[in-house]
């Protein structure tokens, strides 16, 4: 902002004279114009930082993607494999043709569920 010559105004008192306002105002704005250059350089880093991350996260989960699907492939023709056992087993199957038409009894022996019990130090009372 520019001083008015006027001489009762009080700031005008107080600035430095009207060269050296001009010089420091130049440095400032120099040092102001090279922080700012220096955190855009940091920004930009960042942001190319980042991108990069990115596109190694992006390729990390296309190989996860492809070897997913290649699983579900897989998984897929077993199921059809077992499906064609299955069907071709069962007109053979004397257990199918021996059962009623009640839904068939499933007997669990009494061991099959137990669970021995892991008692902790930590929890006795």
Known sequence: MPHSSDSSD????????PGKQDSSDDVRR???REKNRIAAQKSRQRQTQKADT???ESEDLE???AALRKEIKQLTEEL???TSVLNS??????VLAASTPS???V????HAFHQPHVSSPRFQP
Not at 10 to 17: I, M, V
Not at 89 to 94: I, M, Q, T, Y
């Open 103 to 105: 839904p068939p009894e």
């Open 80 to 82: 059809k494999y077992f």
């Open 10 to 17: 009080s700031s005008f008192s107080r600035s430095p004279p």
């Open 30 to 32: 120099v040092q102001r």
């Open 107 to 110: 007997v669990y022996s009494a």
């Open 89 to 94: 087993h069962e007109p053979l199957c004397s």
């Open 54 to 56: 990115l596109h190694l």
């Open 63 to 65: 190989k996860q993607n």
